[in-house]
Every structure is written in C-alpha cells, then in structure tokens.
C-alpha cells in the first residue's frame, strides 16, 4: 500500500489549517513511547515531542482518560494503555486476511480470467482491501480502496443476506434515505430478490446493476457463529462472465473459496 502525504497548499510557507493540531500533538505523544513501553513523566515527554510541558500535562491527561496512557500516581510517569491495541488491531486483522485469502483468490481469478476482490463492509458500502486481476478483467478499473454499494453489487448483497434480519433492515433504511420515491421500489425489489436468492444458494448475483457492461456473484465470509466479516466476489465483462457461467461454474467456486477462508482463518474472524 503506497502511503499518500496529504497534499500541501501551493503557498506551502504558511500553515495548513486542514490538519488538526490537537490530533497530531496526541499523536505525537503516543509516539514517544518506545518499544520497550518504559514509563515516562511529562517532562521527558515534552523533551521528546517538543512541546510545552502543559500542553503535554493536557494531553496525557486526556490520553489517560480515555484509556490510551496508564499513569502510575507512585511516580508520575506514564506508559501505553490497552486502547493502544485497539487503533492497530483492526488494521492488522485485514492484513492477515488478507494474505489468507489472496492465493485462493488469486487461483479463482485466473481460472475465471477475472476479477477477484476481497471487501470489508462500511456503513451501506463495501471496501476492497484484496484484489486479484487478470489481464482480460482490467476493463472494469477498480482496485483496493475502492468502495462500492452494497444495495446492487453480489458482495454486497450477499453480505446483507447473511446478516441477521433486524440488522438488514437497518442497513436497507439507511440505503433507503439515498434514493427518491420514484428510484428505490426497482432497487429494492432487485435486491430483495437477491438476498432472498443468496439466502438459499450461499451467494449473490449483479447483473448489470451497478455496472451495466459488468457481472458478479458475491458470497460472505463469515464468523463461526454465521455473522459476516468480510465478502468474497467475482466479476467481470458480460460478454465474458455470462450469467450462466456464474451460475453454474464460477459462483460454486466462489463459495469454495470463501469456506477455504473460513476455515483457516477462524480463529481471527
């Protein structure tokens, strides 16, 4: 992943007022703890980050607070708390994932000649965080980063699909607010057949829903208990990828890739 510095305003002399202070000075102060997580007092801190020593006194304060610092009354320093986890763990999680699920991936996509993603859900859309491609499959220009919808997209209705009711619902309503009157009776019948499809047959199908020219199937991957993390889908031209060959060749093996993910990724689901 090619980490992007946020563009700097063309008169770069003067200060950016899109970058918030107080964030980056408490970030600043979580990086001064060493590998070793030795406790620290705010004076070395502030030595440290180079900041005043009462503006450190706020922020360790605060971090302390919400968890991020532990601070020992005994002898007034601080070091990293268990919410420190938290802000890596997640990101750490996709990565393995990642790696789990990319030769399997990787095998469907030059089987298919297509493309293969990997996706996390956010709010009413999908992320790509994975992605396999093959020369063939380049037409459709999507990559890692990309998000996409989740109401017409196989992905994302097989992610809705295998949420439980209550919370599918929820996430319809909120889809709901984004289309007129007129729109979203098409949108919703087109993917509550979907989603009734993928609840029997273990994925989902976009015909041109999203992307006109484009087809997909789309299954979850899931918790042991049945609640889905992530999404698995393949795709392509449908002059390629037929709604037949999805049906009856690629879709089936879509499903034994998302099981293989499963399976060896269990534990961290």
Known sequence: MVKRKAAPPEDSGQKDYRVNSGLARGLSVLKAFGPDNRPV???????????PKATVSRLTFTLTELGYLNYD????????????????????????????????MQE?????DASVYLGTPSGIEIIYIEACRTPASMAIRLGVGSRIPMISTGMGRAFLAALPESER???????????????????????????????????????????AEANSAGAAVCRADGYPVY???????????????????????LLGVTRKIEMVARGML
């Not at 289309?179 to 009776?185: G, K, L, M, Q, R």
């Not at 795709?235 to 049906?247: F, K, Q």
Request: avoid cysteine; hydrophobic fraction near 40%.
């Open 108 to 112: 469907l996509a030059e089987y298919a």
């Open 169 to 211: 619902e929820e996430r319809l309503a909120q889809i709901r607010s984004g289309f007129s009157d007129e729109e979203w009776p098409d949108v919703e019948d087109a993917a509550r057949n979907a989603i009734a499809f993928a609840k029997e047959n273990g994925f989902a199908l976009s015909g041109g829903d999203w992307i």
């Open 41 to 51: 007092g705010n004076a070395e801190i502030a030595e440290r980050v180079k900041l």
């Open 73 to 104: 009354e005994g002898t007034g320093r601080y070091s990293l708390g268990p919410e420190v986890l938290t802000l890596g763990y997640d990101v750490l999680a996709q990565m393995e994932i990642r790696d789990i699920a990319r030769p399997y």
């Open 231 to 253: 999404a698995v889908n393949v795709g392509g031209l449908r002059s390629i990828i037929t709604t037949d060959r999805l049906m009856n060749d690629l879709a089936p093996r």
